[in-house]
């Protein structure tokens, strides 16, 4: 009986063990970096750039998907569910950016980006 009893105990606090390590899922963020192409007008995007999207609401763009290289310039952006519109600013203009992220914001396929409410071309973006 008292073998029984320590058994069983020990099946009990192993049991708790287990279920208090269990790992909480993690909701999936658009928080990270992104590599992409961008096009002008109806052309299919052949420009790269990279985008750092952080929690805090600002973004970083990048001229090139090596961030050592080219310039890099800072935005804002707003989520709408899966929707993103980030906005940067550029010297003369601020281009805004508008997507909508699929596979739990692993990617973006055909986004729009346009300055001075004229659409300038269309673009993808893919975490890396």
Known sequence: MKKLFKTSA???????VFISC???KEEPSPVGFFVGLEGLGTDVPIYDFALLIRDNG???YYDSPDTTKGASREG????NGNLIDFRIK???????????????FSRIEAG????????????NLERR
Not at 10 to 16: D, E, W
Not at 90 to 104: A, K, L, P, Q, R
Not at 118 to 123: D, E, K, M, P, R
Request: hydrophobic share 45%.
């Open 10 to 16: 020990l099946a009990l606090l192993l049991g708790i």
């Open 22 to 24: 269990k790992k909480d």
């Open 58 to 60: 600002t973004v970083r």
């Open 76 to 79: 804002t952006y707003t989520m």
């Open 90 to 104: 550029f010297t003369e203009f601020t281009s805004v950016y508008n997507g909508t992220f699929i596979n739990d």
């Open 112 to 123: 729009v980006w346009f300055a001075s409410e004229a659409n300038l071309g269309t673009f």
